[in-house]
């Protein structure tokens, strides 16, 4: 028999999913309590460049990704989840103290580590834990995690940084405890420590990489589209309508994928995106309404990219590493589509959206039909 082969539930444990999707909250509320208290940070660090406070978390992505694929995949899901909510919560309570500022980015790149981690190991528990019926619904869920949570956060979120902090510490730390709890306790040594050539292991193999193809490619276009399409097609209402659809669509997409591929929704939501927005350039009176549309497609696209890691790897050890490229190429997209798109003008918005869904399209409908021989052989 094989050792590896994956247990699989008899039912989904939905309250465990509860718990593991609000620990996904938390993790986008990093990223929300900074962004939404940068006007108090820069009256209580006059002269700082306080904006690195965010940007600081992406590159812990960037860097760590895949070694944060590694060690999930080396010491158990459960193990590394509760670690890093209770980095966040220590993390958080000395953030509430305003410390100087270099000791705040200090502990945003501690807290950035916990950040990575929660994003790897909770989807590689959450599709271990689901039925093979659900799976592709709760990957779906999962994706939805971040707009959830930001927007979440941009409901409660005061202008008091410190108390936003502490209370966000807090939250961390009582979560840690109920996980600590409801998770199961099977946890064995599967491989050895994280190191550098796991990113060769990764990029050789393209069930491990397929998925983060696509989600660096929709993560590019996304938050980049999220800023300028409004401003680029005199539409400011779009702002709050475009995150909101993108997370209908990855809803969506979970239900979907009980009855298409994965592979199929990434590549074929690419596809419909780069159409849909070329109808929006040669129709210019319902660009704005066909961009609704446009992000609705990409929420299923990154929907799909979730639900692709379990579909191409029954391993928790394979999900793990899976994962870890999907935070880095994901940060790697974030990090840079908006830069890319404000050097070439909130004009060139409609143009790199058509050509980012015909290029994402081509490379993860070569990448999953590559990953399927393999799976095939």
Excluded at 1 to 28: E, K
Excluded at 47 to 67: K, N, Q, T
Aim: with cysteine; net charge positive; charged share 5%.
């Amino acid at each position: 028999m094989n050792q590896n082969a994956p247990h699989l539930p008899v039912r989904t444990p939905w309250a465990l999913i509860a718990a593991l999707y609000g620990a996904g909250l938390l993790a986008a509320g990093q990223f929300a309590k900074i962004s939404l208290t940068l006007g108090p940070l820069a009256l209580a660090y006059p002269g700082w460049p306080v904006a690195f406070a965010v940007s600081g978390v992406a590159v812990i992505g960037i860097l760590f990704g895949v070694m944060a694929g590694g060690l999930t995949a080396m010491i158990g899901p459960r193990r590394t989840i509760v670690a890093a909510l209770g980095l966040s919560a220590l993390a958080g309570a000395a953030q509430a103290l305003l410390p100087a500022f270099p000791l705040l980015i200090g502990l945003r790149v501690i807290e950035g580590a916990g950040h990575l981690v929660l994003v790897v190991a909770i989807p590689t528990l959450m599709a271990g834990l689901a039925t093979p019926r659900d799976r592709g619904l709760v990957m779906g869920l999962w994706a939805t995690f971040f707009g959830v949570g930001f927007a979440l956060a941009a409901l409660v979120i005061g202008q008091d940084a410190a108390s936003v902090y502490a209370v966000h510490g807090g939250l961390c730390a009582l979560l840690a405890v109920l996980l600590w709890w409801m998770l199961p306790r099977a946890a064995v040594m599967r491989r050895a420590p994280p190191r550098l050539s796991d990113h060769g292991v990764i990029y050789r193999d393209p069930r491990l990489f397929a998925p983060a193809l696509g989600h660096g490619i929709y993560a590019f276009l996304f938050l980049a589209a999220v800023t300028f399409l409004p401003s680029a097609l005199d539409a400011l209402w779009l702002a709050p309508i475009l995150p909101i659809v993108g997370i209908i669509g990855s809803l969506a997409a979970g239900a979907i994928a009980r009855w298409v591929t994965p592979g199929a929704l990434v590549a074929g939501g690419f596809g419909a995106m780069a159409a849909i927005f070329a109808m929006g350039l040669v129709w210019p009176s319902r660009a704005a309404e066909l961009s609704v549309l446009a992000m609705l497609v990409s929420g299923v696209v990154a929907g799909g990219g979730f639900a692709a890691v379990p579909w191409l790897n029954p391993t928790e050890e394979a999900r793990a590493l899976a994962n870890g490229a999907l935070a880095q190429l994901g940060n790697i997209g974030t990090f840079a589509g908006t830069p890319v798109l404000a050097a070439l003008g909130a004009g060139a918005s409609l143009p790199l959206a058509i050509a980012a869904g015909v290029f994402g399209a081509a490379v993860t409908t070569y990448a999953y039909r590559a990953a399927i021989k393999v799976n095939v052989h």
